[in-house]
């Protein structure tokens, strides 16, 4: 893994590289969630790396890239288009998949930015569809001001149950530290931006083709209900229901989610 901290504004955006440019084959980029870091797709990397030049940042926010502005434009979409030209240069093409608010923010570059022919989008938000919560998500910034790690393990894990992951059994050491390091590390706010919608609208604009991906089980929509309604009149639009997994689809079923991947976008 490289990583590139491209300049921006007074601060910069975090790019992890992965693999080798490939002639003929456009470059992928990976765009994690809210509450979120590049390591969202940890556990796709090296597959994925295999056959695409892969660019993953920690968006405008989260993890080690700087905090622009509150605004979905000017705090996000015009960080990443400025730091992906500066990578790629304006006329590269490129392709692209979101995940859950990086579904929305991949909706909105399409429609900003020429040469995107394919796009992925794994349980994203914006939808603005039915949720089926499983609970109230745990309080946890006390425990980490207190540094009671012992409790704030313990609201991780519980969280990632509520909201991520379909099974406890599947909520391991290792998606633990991604989701603790992430949220200690967030100062974006995703969810009043997404939650009311917006990502049908933005998809219609686009003419490209879609993929989407969702888990049997995600607690952030009816998958069934939500594909009819972003996929309808949609040409170019495939969609994939995972069994047996829930919003973090790519974790928890990483190499069904890889095969879908390279299918897609080779």
Same mark, same amino acid.
């Given at each position: 893994m490289k990583t590139h901290q491209i300049p921006y504004q007074e601060g910069y955006v975090s790019w992890n590289e992965f693999g080798e440019s490939r002639s003929g084959v456009p470059p992928l980029v990976l765009l994690h969630g809210g509450h979120g870091s590049w390591e969202h797709w940890f556990k796709n990397t090296e597959a994925l790396s295999e056959h695409f030049h892969v660019f993953i940042p920690d968006m405008p926010g989260f993890g080690k890239s700087s905090f622009f502005d509150e605004p979905l434009q000017t705090g996000m979409i015009d960080p990443i288009l400025a730091t992906l030209n500066t990578l790629f240069g304006s006329d590269q093409e490129?392709?692209?998949?979101?995940?859950?608010?990086?579904?929305?923010?991949?909706? *909105?570059?399409?429609?900003? #930015?020429?040469?995107?022919?394919?796009?992925?989008?794994?349980?994203?938000?914006? *939808?603005? +569809?039915?949720?089926?919560p499983r609970g109230e998500l745990l309080s946890w910034r006390d425990f980490y001001l207190a540094q009671d790690w012992g409790n704030l393990q313990r609201a991780m894990r519980e969280n990632l149950f509520q909201q991520m992951i379909s099974k406890g059994e599947r909520v391991d050491d290792?998606?633990?530290?991604?989701? %603790?390091?992430?949220?200690?590390?967030?100062?974006? #706010?995703s969810?009043?931006?997404?939650?009311? +919608?917006? !990502?049908?609208? %933005?998809?219609?604009?686009?003419? +490209?083709?879609?993929?989407?991906? $969702?888990?049997? *089980?995600?607690?952030?929509?009816?998958?069934?209900?939500?594909? %009819?309604? !972003?996929? @309808?009149?949609?040409? @170019?639009?495939?969609?994939?229901?995972?069994?047996?997994?829930? *919003? $973090?689809?790519?974790?928890?079923?990483p190499d069904e989610v890889n095969d879908l991947l390279v299918d897609w976008f080779k």
């Open positions: 490129i392709n692209i998949a979101g995940f859950s608010f990086g579904g929305f923010v991949t909706a *909105h570059l399409v429609n900003q #930015r020429m040469g995107i022919a394919k796009i992925a989008l794994l349980g994203s938000a914006g *939808h603005a +569809g039915p949720r089926r290792l998606a633990i530290r991604i989701h %603790q390091d992430a949220c200690v590390a967030t100062r974006f #706010r969810r009043p931006i997404a939650r009311p +919608g917006g !990502l049908l609208e %933005q998809l219609q604009s686009y003419a +490209g083709k879609i993929l989407m991906i $969702w888990g049997e *089980h995600d607690v952030t929509c009816t998958p069934e209900y939500v594909i %009819q309604k !972003l996929a @309808d009149g949609k040409v @170019d639009c495939s969609s994939v229901i995972i069994q047996d997994t829930g *919003h $973090w689809v790519q974790y928890e079923k």
